[in-house]
């Protein structure tokens, strides 16, 4: 197969071939390490490729949903044995004790890690700029940022080097990086999918893991493959009525849709991005949906202090393990943004974290009361569209714990907050800017709704048509299929 063919497939079409026999999953690899050989110099999305992995790639497809299909995995503990850096120097060298339970079931559907790609340093800043990796690149402007923490993972999928890649999300790390590459984020429901065998959901409830993708279709199928609990979660959120491939084939009628374009943060909104939003609203207006202007109501100061007090506070938690571990000094071998944020959290007591916790708490219920009244939120994934590379430099000299969060601020203003209250929220790729950056809208739904969530995005999708690209965006200037 050659790039050009391989980089027109989404997964779901790949695994089709493959079950016909008219590619085998070693085919599919070559086209991996072609695809890695002719854009990942400029852009320095893939750490390494796994020869162990694509050598062992059969001649055959599994009788599995995916049949075989080579991806990528983030730079955190994913698969057992493979390594495991978070894109820091402190954590050089340190490899996964055991597989993810989402990650075994993606692998029992088809799913083969054949790498790892690029993070922002322990997934803290929202710029995938790491001290250990260097600078991942935009592939639709190579001066341009990714977001973070999930950049190198949105960088391979838009590039055409895999179909669908591995993220997680704490704060916007699926969605912002989808945004700024052109693709479809999914964050899903705190508990949706286990963080087993370690916490439920990690980072307190605020993170969990998941793909980014070209195709809704593809993510409602890598949804059906690992959503669910594990034993010992310490909670299990209602499971679906059925699959959520059944789901994108029916389509949502009169709707009821809040739009906001107003930052809860204050931060300044870029006006191609509000303009992008609101045509998004005016689209969902023709499909005969109610769409109205209305936003939640909370204490966003309440709730950003909150925020940091729990980001630092597990950073000072866990920080000094991997220090011991890798017999490493915090001060030498950590960033300065993650150090920063490591400093702040040696400073907080139980009460002020049981008081952050408490803040989130009522801003769930806020965010909650507020969605009964709506099946969806729209709002922009980020304020701004892809930056400089090196405007929020997460290695400057000086930052303090407040510096990184304001660095976070452009990015993370509309996309924290449902880390902390737990709703599904989805980027979507449906802006560019003046200069043909992408510009990502995110639309969020009630708990557990990811269903009603991936119907209205595939009702989009249906929608745009089949004009080249990822939603007849076109390919970006740095991709595979050019080679």
Request: proline share 7%.
């Amino acid at each position: 197969m050659r790039l050009d063919e391989y980089v027109s497939h989404d997964g779901t079409s790949l695994a089709r071939l493959l079950a016909r026999g008219e590619i085998t999953p070693r085919q599919l690899g070559r086209c991996v390490e072609a695809a890695v050989a002719a854009v990942n110099p400029a852009l320095n999305a893939v750490i390494e490729l796994y020869p162990d992995a694509l050598e062992s790639l059969p001649e055959t497809a599994s009788a599995t949903p995916f049949g075989g299909i080579p991806t990528l995995t983030k730079d955190f503990p994913v698969e057992a044995g493979r390594p495991a850096e978070f894109g820091s120097r402190l954590a050089q060298g340190f490899r996964a004790a055991h597989d993810a339970v989402y990650w075994t079931r993606l692998r029992n559907g088809g799913l083969v890690n054949a790498g790892r790609t690029t993070s922002s340093e322990f997934g803290v800043p929202a710029a995938t700029e790491s001290p250990l990796y260097g600078a991942t690149r935009n592939p639709w402007n190579l001066q341009r940022g990714v977001a973070g923490s999930s950049g190198g993972a949105a960088t391979a999928v838009a590039a055409g080097i895999v179909p669908f890649a591995q993220g997680s999300d704490g704060g916007g790390s699926i969605r912002n990086p989808a945004a700024f590459c052109g693709l479809i984020g999914l964050k899903p429901s705190r508990g949706r999918v286990t963080g087993s065998p370690n916490a439920n959901a990690p980072l307190l409830g605020l993170a969990t893991a998941f793909m980014l993708t070209r195709s809704v279709r593809d993510t409602a199928a890598l949804l059906d493959l690992c959503h669910g609990p594990d034993a010992g979660d310490g909670y299990e959120i209602a499971a679906p009525a059925g699959t959520y491939l059944e789901a994108i084939q029916r389509t949502p009628r009169a709707l009821r849709i809040a739009l906001c374009t107003t930052a809860w943060s204050g931060v300044r909104l870029d006006p191609e991005v509000a303009a992008a939003t609101r045509s998004a609203a005016e689209r969902f207006a023709s499909f005969g949906h109610h769409v109205e202007e209305a936003s939640p109501d909370f204490d966003y100061p309440a709730f950003l202090h909150a925020q940091k007090v729990i980001w630092a506070a597990d950073a000072a938690a866990h920080m000094p393990a991997m220090a011991r571990h890798r017999g490493r000094r915090l001060e030498d071998a950590l960033g300065p943004s993650v150090h920063a944020l490591y400093r702040w959290g040696c400073g907080i007591g139980g009460a002020e974290l049981i008081e952050a916790l408490a803040v989130y708490d009522r801003v769930t219920r806020q965010v909650g009361r507020f969605l009964a009244g709506y099946d969806l939120l729209l709002t922009p994934t980020s304020a701004i569209a892809p930056e400089p590379i090196g405007t929020f430099d997460p290695n400057r000299a000086g930052i303090d714990a407040d510096g990184v969060f304001d660095d976070l601020a452009p990015k993370e203003t509309f996309t924290a907050l449902f880390n902390a209250t737990g709703q599904p929220a989805i980027s979507l790729p449906l802006g560019r800017s003046g200069d043909g950056l992408p510009i990502g809208v995110q639309l969020v739904a009630r708990f557990g709704r990811e269903d009603l969530l991936l119907a209205a995005a595939r009702q989009i999708e249906e929608d745009i048509g089949g004009a080249p690209g990822i939603w007849g965006q076109g390919h970006p200037a740095t991709h595979a299929g050019n080679f």
